[in-house]
């Protein structure tokens, strides 16, 4: 790479991060923040050295093949790397990293709210608040479930996971995980391991999903998986749309199998599926689980120390391929 590499950004970044950004690289910004298509983030990458983009674009084995040969990195502003296909880059030769650790706190504050929100009615009495139909009091208005002492299931034990883990803690909750390998006692802290999720899911009266989106874990929470819930169960996504299939969630939301669903990641987005925009019983947000500016900053960063590292000849701290 050159002294100053040439790196297209594609999407607007916070302020510290793009500082950086121009003081150590020559960056393609992207100010109006604008969604770049394949044609056109191929066409904006010729001659740069390096790509920084966001789990928004897609770097599919087809979109890599056509990526200028100048493109020797990718460092993601994201964890999840579901949007590049690896062994297309390996074979290209082009290093990829991601950005873990630094989004943990937040991701799991998020998921926390899905439990809470999704639980405690949240979307339905803000709606009534803020439309002014908010007539009563009652003992029978708005109860929900209780989220204190119940059983957490979470499937992915990673870093996310446990963070929620060590929150939900604080909630009382009887943790639960499955994940392709135990974790040490230490990092378990009383969370109890189930080597499959259909050992898992019946002990669930609270589901949280933090595995990776992969072929693997495609439409992991189906018909099935989710008939193994118990009744009344709340299922929270704040990982990857893919991994839940929207028609069998939707379904289970509607029949009253699941009490609730909080999601903050969808199929599609932001194009979800309209039935849960209908659906009472559901708490939604829009991809926010990083967005904090601690986090978005220090994702920023850890992307940067990725590339200075690739810059450097290093081998980069996070490289996945
Ligand atoms: C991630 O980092 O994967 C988050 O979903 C935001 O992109």
Redesign the pocket.
Known sequence: MKDKPTVLVTRRLPQAVEDRLRRDYEPRLNPEDRFYSSDELIERAQGADALLP??TEDLSAEVIARLPDSVRAIAN????VDHVDLEAAKARGIIVTN?PDV?SDATAEIAMMLMLGAARRASEGERLVRAGEWRTWSPTFMVGIQVTGKRLGIIGMGRVGLVVARRARGFDMEVHYQDVRRHAASLEAGAVYHETIEDLLPICDFLSIHCPAMPQTRHLINEKTIALLPDGAVVVNAARGTIVDDEALIAALRSGKLAAAGLD?YNNEPDINPAYRELTNTFLLP?I??ATRETRDA?GFRALDNLDAIRAGREPRDRVA
């Open positions: 966001c789990h502003f994201s964890v999840g950005t989004l990641v991809h689980g990083s994702m």
